[in-house]
């Protein structure tokens, strides 16, 4: 019972620091200062070099996946696609000037990667001020609209017993690049 009580407190925890992370500046600020030296690196580039950065800096490091996660939490809840390849799933985030683009890399082990950018290469981007802000997306509502309605549409074809294969052909061929 104990092994089960940590991991709950564990997710408990997760959580509230997610929350910590995107409901103020101090991360995002922390992470503009480190890029400027550190322009791109990894939760693993100082696995082996624990002495190359002081101890606030090797936690802070240590926290990208929890940001990142909080970050898709916001994508997610305004339903913007996040950039995703099979392995490696990715997002941007705007701050003050810069794009920062983090992605996951899931395979044998997990490493989440960070780079500091002028501009933003990835199809979409959420400012930081519309997070830390809780700013809904624009279009939020309008997609909410369409995707009841697909809903809806999904409900009617179920009732007429249309086979899944005709529906999954469909979607497959608007999904497609």
Not at 35 to 62: G, P
Not at 85 to 114: C, D, H, M, P
Not at 130 to 141: F, G, L, M, P, R
């Amino acid at each position: 019972m104990n092994g089960k009580n940590s991991f709950i407190d564990y997710i408990i925890l997760s959580e509230k620091i997610k929350k910590d992370l995107i409901n103020n500046y101090d991360y995002i600020e922390w992470l503009y200062r480190f890029t400027e030296v550190y322009r791109s690196f990894s939760t693993n580039s100082w696995l082996y070099q624990k002495n190359a950065l002081n101890q606030t800096d090797l936690e802070n490091v240590k926290l990208l996946p929890l940001f990142f996660s909080a970050v898709c939490e916001y994508y997610n809840n305004n339903l913007f696609p996040l950039y995703s390849n099979g392995f490696t799933s990715a997002i941007s985030i705007k701050y003050k000037e810069v794009f920062f683009e983090i992605w996951i890399l899931v395979g044998q082990e997990t490493r989440t990667f960070i780079k500091r950018e002028k501009y933003c290469s990835l199809p979409i981007f959420v400012d930081f001020e519309d997070i830390v802000n809780k700013v809904e997306a624009k279009d939020y509502k309008l997609k909410l609209e369409k995707l009841n309605t697909l809903k809806a549409l999904m409900t009617d074809m179920k009732t007429l017993n249309v086979p899944f294969n005709f529906i999954k052909e469909i979607m497959d061929s608007y999904t497609q690049n």
